[in-house]
């Protein structure tokens, strides 16, 4: 893995400007691009914000191939409007996001239709990372040392997260967001030395100048992909990523104590009180943490702990190999007996040769479980299973319901 000189801090550098505590909250109604414009323009403008740089890395979250409307990852709309703000600044926007480990970049890449989105809205696609830059952070306590692509130094660190659970650190939104920019290697150190403590230190060596949180469909209950989608209808946006976080916090109803990572970022950073601008958006939502036992958090810790020694002597990952057995995670299985075979998860599959119908079996090894079956099946013919905490997939006209998205109003 070819590296830099190491360096200890990435992003905006130096002494924090009076306004980085400023966090804005808009209620989006029909139109999303027109608030992320108006939320970057209430903090500066992206003049001010890339200040002479000519490239703007966008970091959105695309854990997985589901849609932005479970909740799961970022509105593409809303990349769109930030990447058309770039361009009008004169700079480049440049998209760089790896899914979960388990999950296949161009897979993911395809079931969400990103090659042509990028295309349509002129965005580079950072496909190949060529050169990784070692960051060491000051003060970093258990995560010492980190790689992200070599294209941030010199680049305008835009971070685009979504507002949602998580079932290992609570919650994912602005400060979480930041790991999918590292390789699996060092993704693995996070969830063996403790992921909560390494959130904090990733914060420490990287700080994006812009951060803006979808909110117009985030996810409760067991996320990051398999949670109830929650209709909040706002963005957040502010430069400080605990900032950001703490007035999520609010607007979705969780004690930040209550997080590990928020604990730790406040006890450590020092207290964040974000000044809120924008508008009076106030309280949306309840939102469930996830309930998870003792024995999966041991589970997982184990997956990645017994990980080092496999890759060394193959290469390979464990948590991938047990993702395409069916071991562990969610999987869809059609039963045998409510299906017709009238071929719409066929149809709706974006990936060849995942579904068989002559089998009525899917072929674990290529789904990625996006779940568009389970969504297009007018019988309810495919259950979803897994280790995950996964949910029923969300209500449609078909299927007769399960799961199927809250909606929150002011206050509820």
């Given at each position: 893995?070819?590296?830099?000189?190491?360096?200890?801090?990435?992003?905006?550098?130096?002494?924090?400007?009076?306004?980085?505590?400023?966090?804005?909250?808009?209620?989006?109604?029909?139109?999303?691009?027109?608030?992320?414009?108006?939320?970057?323009?209430?903090?500066?403008?992206?003049?001010?914000?890339?200040?002479?740089?000519?490239?703007?890395?966008?970091?959105?979250?695309?854990?997985?191939?589901?849609?932005?409307?479970?909740?799961?990852?970022?509105?593409?709309?809303?990349?769109?409007?930030?990447?058309?703000?770039?361009?009008?600044?004169?700079?480049?926007?440049?998209?760089?996001?790896?899914?979960?480990?388990?999950?296949?970049?161009?897979?993911?890449?395809?079931?969400?239709?990103?090659?042509?989105?990028?295309?349509?809205?002129?965005?580079?696609?950072?496909?190949?990372?060529?050169?990784?830059?070692?960051?060491?952070?000051?003060?970093?306590?258990?995560?010492?040392?980190?790689?992200?692509?070599?294209?941030?130094?010199?680049?305008?660190?835009?971070?685009?997260?979504?507002?949602?659970?998580?079932v290992v650190s609570g919650m994912s939104v602005a400060m979480k967001n930041l790991m999918g920019?590292?390789?699996?290697?060092?993704?693995?150190?996070?969830?063996?030395?403790?992921?909560?403590?390494?959130?904090?230190?990733?914060?420490?060596?990287?700080?994006?100048?812009?951060?803006?949180?979808?909110?117009?469909?985030?996810?409760?209950?067991?996320?990051?992909?398999?949670?109830?989608?929650?209709?909040?209808?706002?963005?957040?946006?502010?430069?400080?990523?605990?900032?950001?976080?703490?007035?999520?916090?609010?607007?979705?109803?969780?004690?930040p104590l209550t997080i590990g990572h928020w604990r730790l970022g406040q006890a450590q950073f020092?207290?964040?009180?974000?000044?809120?601008?924008?508008?009076?958006?106030?309280?949306?939502?309840?939102?469930?943490?996830?309930?998870?036992?003792?024995?999966?958090?041991?589970?997982?810790?184990?997956?990645?702990?017994?990980?080092?020694?496999?890759?060394?002597?193959?290469?390979?990952?464990?948590?991938?190999?047990?993702?395409?057995?069916?071991?562990?995670?969610?999987?869809?299985?059609?039963?045998?007996?409510?299906?017709?075979?009238?071929?719409?998860?066929?149809?709706?599959?974006?990936?060849?040769?995942?579904?068989?119908?002559?089998?009525?079996?899917?072929?674990?090894?290529?789904?990625q479980r996006c779940l568009l079956c389970v969504e297009a099946c007018p019988e309810g013919a495919?259950?979803?299973?897994?280790?995950?905490?996964?949910?029923?997939?969300?209500?449609?006209?078909?299927?007769?319901?399960?799961?199927?998205?809250?909606?929150?109003?002011?206050?509820?």
């Amino acid at each position: 893995m070819p590296t830099r000189t190491p360096i200890t801090q990435l992003g905006v550098t130096g002494i924090p400007p009076p306004h980085a505590l400023q966090v804005v909250t808009l209620h989006i109604g029909n139109d999303i691009e027109d608030a992320t414009r108006r939320a970057v323009e209430l903090l500066g403008g992206m003049h001010s914000l890339l200040d002479g740089r000519r490239v703007a890395v966008l970091k959105p979250n695309f854990v997985a191939g589901r849609s932005s409307q479970t909740g799961a990852t970022t509105n593409l709309r809303l990349i769109a409007a930030v990447a058309e703000a770039v361009h009008a600044a004169g700079a480049e926007p440049v998209l760089c996001e790896f899914p979960g480990t388990e999950f296949d970049y161009e897979a993911t890449y395809t079931i969400l239709g990103l090659e042509e989105f990028c295309r349509r809205h002129e965005i580079r696609i950072l496909r190949q990372v060529d050169r990784w830059l070692e960051v060491r952070p000051d003060g970093a306590r258990r995560l010492k040392r980190f790689h992200v692509p070599a294209e941030l130094a010199d680049g305008c660190f835009i971070n685009l997260p979504v507002l949602k659970t998580h079932v290992v650190s609570g919650m994912s939104v602005a400060m979480k967001n930041l790991m999918g920019l590292l390789p699996r290697r060092d993704r693995r150190t996070m969830h063996t030395l403790g992921i909560q403590q390494c959130i904090v230190d990733l914060n420490r060596g990287i700080r994006p100048a812009l951060n803006i949180v979808d909110g117009s469909v985030g996810q409760d209950g067991n996320g990051p992909l398999y949670g109830r989608a929650a209709n909040l209808g706002v963005i957040v946006a502010g430069r400080d990523t605990l900032a950001v976080d703490l007035a999520c916090c609010q607007l979705c109803g969780v004690d930040p104590l209550t997080i590990g990572h928020w604990r730790l970022g406040q006890a450590q950073f020092g207290e964040c009180h974000p000044q809120v601008i924008g508008e009076s958006v106030g309280r949306l939502a309840s939102f469930a943490l996830p309930k998870v036992s003792a024995l999966y958090r041991f589970a997982f810790w184990l997956m990645y702990a017994l990980d080092y020694p496999l890759h060394w002597l193959t290469g390979d990952d464990l948590c991938t190999i047990l993702f395409k057995t069916g071991m562990v995670g969610t999987r869809p299985r059609i039963i045998d007996s409510a299906c017709t075979r009238c071929g719409k998860c066929v149809d709706a599959c974006p990936l060849p040769e995942a579904i068989d119908l002559h089998s009525l079996r899917v072929n674990l090894r290529t789904c990625q479980r996006c779940l568009l079956c389970v969504e297009a099946c007018p019988e309810g013919a495919i259950a979803v299973a897994g280790m995950s905490g996964a949910q029923k997939a969300p209500a449609t006209a078909g299927a007769g319901g399960a799961g199927g998205k809250r909606s929150y109003g002011a206050d509820q």
